[in-house]
């Protein structure tokens, strides 16, 4: 029998916005070492030593053993972190570099992977290094006569502590430690990934946080009770992880949600990237995805959004849907808390977050799971009470039972909101457990799979058989002075510099000035970001060049920096002819054109002034150009975009190479030439989005740029249709296949792209 069966109406899923987990890992597309087996990876040996201090600093903290290491400082952690933040940060940008360079994301996650080994391992060494270091000092104290037989006890008693504490000093050291790295990938390189790679492509920021990295024993009743939420271990167990798994699989499977939120292709696509198996009908997807629990479940805050929204006076058709949200998920909750109750998992989840407050009073020596089932089983409370004289001779006179048996009091008044509320709490917990344990057998095949090279031997038999993935600092690699292999020009001209000419003259103003306050100087103080040289200087223009040098292993931004200069160039100018405005001076307006250009330019040299020679020099000028026709027909029009392109539709001029029959509008726009577009498809990962109108003549591009000083740039390019004209009355006729390219400017473009993204 189907579960909504039992509904007068079933829930509507589809309301609720439930997301699929994605996070498609693998590195099957790498090849082999010289093994033939493993991958063969050398990181950096500074970040080895980097390492080795910052972990072994980490150990001391961790372990309370400052006392023995004269050199430790109480900032000694950080300091040693910051110089291990930086290698890693320069690392893991090698990975990224070269996996855009090589279009293989595998690359990057073959980086974090195997730095994810190498701390994983260092951890483990540098607790060994402590107690090797400590066990000593045994003997050394009893041989000395400067220590008394206390300090002995002490010293043996401190040994037995961290031996005895070994999986939470190592735990806390190491989530220390990879805080470092999710501080980096979050705050450093996500931008740069978004820059080179699609979505799809990125892994969550959690994927190298798990608390399981960190934990010898998954199952460990402490670990769970501190990261996730205490589950029972025993396979008669009702809480136990495969119990719950079961339930929460039939429950979904009762509700049917792959028919609203998964196709059949993306059931295929799924089970071919291994994030969920055909047994359970793709719900792992959705049950790895923590969000999703509040998304069915959690009407409360739902309800809270309806009281506010409904104060803030918002429209009907919102509060209707907040309303049916809110009766969905009282369905769906009501349904899984009918469910595990009668599976008598209820008491259980109540008393796991009940007891948080107490239960490391009494563990150790007792294990959370024992005080547990002190809170719900009446036999285990009435044992315990007649073992009291027992416990105290493990606990101390203060033994009391009495925080337990408030907590027992506690669980058995709760509400059946309280209980609820309870459930959605272990449903999150669960499902993020789930996850991360998902995730963590996929990582661990990983680095199982990569064998990290020390040996030179091996190092340089793998490099020669190009075998080898080396990931370096900046100052390990081979630099020297590479040829131009490719080269951009930026052509941006004044539009009217005889007229403002002729109007500052007859004012009695300096042209010349202006020209170059609000143009020239301002544009010049920017080139370094964009990593751009000027070519020359007219009196209304500027032509500018950026250059690719012959080098495989960096990537190369030339197109993406110089549309994102031209951007920042109008925005220079738009901000000075505000100022203007104000004073009763001419407003500049400015055309730009762009060009790409395979292969290096020409020069010649007069005397010690070298002078480029390039094509494109010349289809810059033509791109940055404004037909006088044109731009009387336009100049009253509002519009989005400032660029539009015609052709001529006369068959009698010649088709010889080097012709131009295009005709165009280009006031304050700025036009990239098709093989421009072309590259920066390369250069950086662009998404592509659809007109709001649903015009099928334009798409629109959008990417970010990094630029020269490390910050980043949104760009939005639009791509349209070239249309023919008759040049004697420039009447649109028709449309040819052949596009141009518009990097975007209004602000209403670059929110429409926001939103959709």
């Given at each position: ?145 400067k220590h008394d037989q206390n ?196 008491r259980q989840i109540v008393a ?20 547990r089932e002190f809170l719900v ?381």
């Open positions: 029998m189907n579960i909504l069966n039992s509904y007068q109406q079933p829930p509507n899923i589809r309301i609720l916005g439930l997301k699929r987990y994605q996070a498609a890992y693998s590195l099957n597309r790498l090849p082999t070492g010289v093994d033939n087996v493993h991958l063969d990876v050398h990181i950096s040996n500074q970040v080895h030593s980097a390492l080795k201090k910052t972990a072994f600093v980490l150990m001391i903290k961790h372990s309370g053993t400052e006392i023995f290491f004269k050199d430790y400082k109480k900032d000694s952690c950080e300091i040693e972190k910051e110089s291990l933040r930086r290698v890693c940060n320069d690392i893991l940008l090698d990975g990224i570099n070269k996996a855009k360079v090589a279009s293989e994301v595998q690359i990057d996650f073959l980086a974090q992977t195997a730095l994810t080994k190498l701390f994983l391992a260092e951890i483990k060494v540098q607790y060994k290094n402590i107690v090797a270091q400590i066990e000593p000092l045994v003997r050394m104290y009893q041989l000395s006569a300090d002995v006890f002490f010293i043996k008693d401190k040994l037995s502590e961290i031996k005895l504490h070994y999986n939470q000093i190592t735990r806390l050291a190491g989530k220390e430690l990879f805080e470092i790295l999710a501080d980096i990938n979050n705050r450093n390189l996500t931008n740069m990934r978004e820059t080179h790679f699609p979505p799809g492509d990125i892994l969550p920021s959690h994927f190298f946080t798990n608390p399981l990295f960190h934990a010898n024993n998954p199952n460990d009743d402490f670990f769970l009770i501190e990261e996730y939420v205490l589950m029972g271990q025993r396979s008669e167990d009702v809480d136990n992880y495969k119990s719950v798994k079961l339930i929460v699989y039939e429950l979904l499977s009762g509700i049917d949600l792959t028919n609203e939120i998964f196709t059949n292709d993306d059931k295929e696509k799924g089970f071919q990237k291994g994030l969920f198996d055909s047994e359970n009908q793709a719900f792992d997807s959705l049950i790895m995805n923590p969000d999703n629990v509040d998304r069915m479940f959690n009407y409360f805050d739902s309800q809270e959004r309806y009281e506010k929204a409904k104060k803030a006076k918002e429209s009907e058709n919102i509060l209707e849907q907040l309303k049916e949200k809110i009766e969905n998920q009282k369905k769906l909750l009501n349904l899984f808390y009918r469910k595990f109750k009668s599976s008598g998992i209820i796991n977050f009940e007891m948080k407050s107490v239960y490391e009073k009494y563990c150790p020596p007792m294990s959370p799971r024992q005080i089983n009446f036999w285990t409370r009435t044992s315990m009470r007649t073992q009291q004289k027992r416990l105290r001779s493990l606990y101390g006179n203060e033994f009391s039972l009495e925080p337990l048996l408030q907590t027992v009091k506690r669980i058995r008044e709760s509400s059946l909101k309280e209980k609820k509320q309870y459930l959605i709490m272990f449903l999150k917990q669960f499902s993020t457990y789930h996850r991360d344990l998902h995730n963590f057998r996929i990582i661990k095949e990983a680095m199982d799979s990569i064998y990290l090279i020390t040996e030179e031997k091996i190092i340089l038999l793998s490099r020669e058989n190009r075998s080898l993935f080396e990931f370096l600092l900046p100052d390990e690699r081979i630099k020297e002075e590479k040829p131009i292999a490719n080269h951009v020009i930026l052509k941006a001209d004044i539009r009217g510099s005889m007229a403002i000419n002729h109007t500052m003259r007859s004012k009695g103003l300096n042209a010349a000035s202006y020209f170059s306050l609000n143009f020239f100087d301002p544009i010049s103080s920017i080139l370094s970001e964009y990593g751009a040289a000027k070519v020359f200087i007219e009196g209304d223009a500027i032509i500018l060049s950026i250059f690719e040098n012959e080098d495989t292993e960096q990537i190369n931004y030339s197109v993406a920096r110089a549309c994102g200069l031209a951007i920042k160039m109008l925005q220079i100018v738009q901000r000075y002819n505000e100022k203007n405005k104000e004073n009763n001076l001419p407003a500049l307006e400015l055309g730009i054109g762009i060009c790409y250009c395979q292969g290096p330019p020409a020069f010649l040299f007069d005397g010690d002034s070298r002078i480029m020679i390039s094509p494109a020099i010349n289809q810059a000028d033509r791109l940055s150009s404004c037909d006088k026709l044109l731009r009387k027909i336009f100049k009253s029009q509002e519009d989005l975009f400032n660029l539009f392109v015609f052709e001529n539709e006369s068959e009698e001029l010649p088709e010889t190479e080097g012709d131009d029959s295009t005709y165009r509008y280009n006031v304050n726009g700025i036009e990239l030439n098709e093989e421009g577009f072309n590259k920066l498809a390369k250069e950086i990962n662009l998404q592509i989005f659809d007109p709001p109108e649903k015009d099928k003549t334009m798409k629109f591009y959008a990417g970010k740029v990094p630029l020269a000083n490390g910050n980043y740039q949104r760009i939005v390019l639009r791509e349209a249709v070239i249309h023919k004209v008759q040049t004697n009355a420039l009447d649109v006729t028709g449309k040819i296949a052949k596009k141009y390219y518009e990097v975007c400017t209004n602000h209403k473009i670059y929110n429409f792209v926001e939103n959709k993204s």
